[in-house]
């Protein structure tokens, strides 16, 4: 389901940025959507991990092909030959069972995240082994879908503000972060119209 939030958020983030402005009249057939299941999402960015959305979506779609299911305990049965001739490195293979293995002893829980903040959820989450604070941003941004994350560190985002904003030059994430001053408290939403303007395919996890 789309965020509830998203029209009023395109509405604010064109009055306060003619870039983006752009950019969302340009994108606006599409919009991100949560896959409601939130083992599933971290899996998916796990795979996703210094890829491109191409290669990620390549991988996934072998890994769904190959195994009856997509669940916290066929993932950790899983042969791991089987799972490297999906394309998945034997670092993958680890994270991948580390977060089967926190799922199925309940470590992680739906619930509570529902009345945490975006940091305290991103702590918790990176107790998981392969899940950094990227990953974790992912999370928050495409399965919990709040409206205010900003992934410094994600490569997209850093290219997409360095060719629109600032002539292809590189940036920092200083300069990056008092550049989305202007976007609160919609960074997630201008965050994927940024994502959207780079590749064919929209973002997903």
Same mark, same amino acid.
């Given at each position: 389901?789309?965020?509830?939030?998203?029209?009023?958020?395109?509405?604010? /983030?064109?009055?306060?940025?003619?870039?983006?402005?752009?950019?969302?009249?340009?994108?606006?057939?599409?919009?991100?959507? +949560?896959?409601?299941?939130?083992?599933?999402?971290?899996?998916? +960015?796990?795979?996703?991990?210094?890829?491109?959305?191409?290669?990620?979506?390549?991988?996934?779609?072998?890994?769904?092909?190959?195994?009856?299911?997509?669940?916290?305990?066929?993932?950790?049965?899983?042969?791991?030959?089987?799972?490297?001739?999906?394309? /998945?490195?034997?670092?993958?293979?680890?994270? /991948?069972?580390?977060? +089967?293995?926190?799922?199925?002893?309940?470590?992680?829980?739906?619930?509570?995240?529902?009345?945490?903040?975006?940091?305290?959820?991103?702590?918790?989450?990176?107790?998981?082994?392969?899940?950094?604070?990227?990953?974790?941003?992912?999370?928050?941004?495409?399965?919990?879908?709040?409206?205010?994350?900003?992934?410094?560190?994600?490569?997209?985002?850093?290219?997409?503000?360095?060719?629109?904003?600032?002539?292809?030059?590189?940036?920092?994430?200083?300069?990056?972060?008092?550049?989305?001053?202007?976007?609160?408290?919609?960074?997630?939403?201008?965050?994927?119209?940024?994502?959207? +303007?780079?590749?064919?395919?929209?973002?997903?996890?």
């Amino acid at each position: 389901m789309t965020p509830t939030y998203w029209r009023q958020a395109c509405q604010t /983030l064109s009055a306060c940025d003619p870039i983006m402005q752009q950019l969302i009249e340009q994108f606006s057939d599409a919009s991100p959507v +949560s896959r409601g299941c939130a083992y599933t999402t971290l899996a998916r +960015s796990i795979v996703g991990q210094q890829i491109s959305v191409k290669a990620a979506e390549s991988v996934w779609q072998k890994i769904i092909g190959s195994l009856p299911e997509i669940t916290p305990h066929v993932i950790a049965a899983a042969d791991h030959d089987l799972l490297r001739s999906c394309g /998945l490195s034997a670092r993958k293979i680890a994270y /991948l069972q580390d977060l +089967s293995q926190h799922f199925s002893e309940g470590n992680l829980s739906k619930i509570a995240w529902t009345g945490m903040e975006d940091e305290t959820i991103i702590v918790q989450l990176t107790k998981v082994k392969g899940i950094g604070r990227w990953t974790a941003e992912m999370f928050l941004i495409f399965h919990l879908q709040r409206p205010d994350v900003l992934p410094l560190d994600d490569i997209g985002l850093q290219r997409a503000i360095s060719q629109h904003y600032f002539d292809k030059q590189l940036v920092d994430k200083k300069t990056m972060h008092e550049l989305a001053r202007s976007w609160q408290p919609w960074r997630s939403v201008a965050t994927w119209y940024l994502w959207r +303007s780079l590749d064919p395919l929209p973002v997903e996890y």
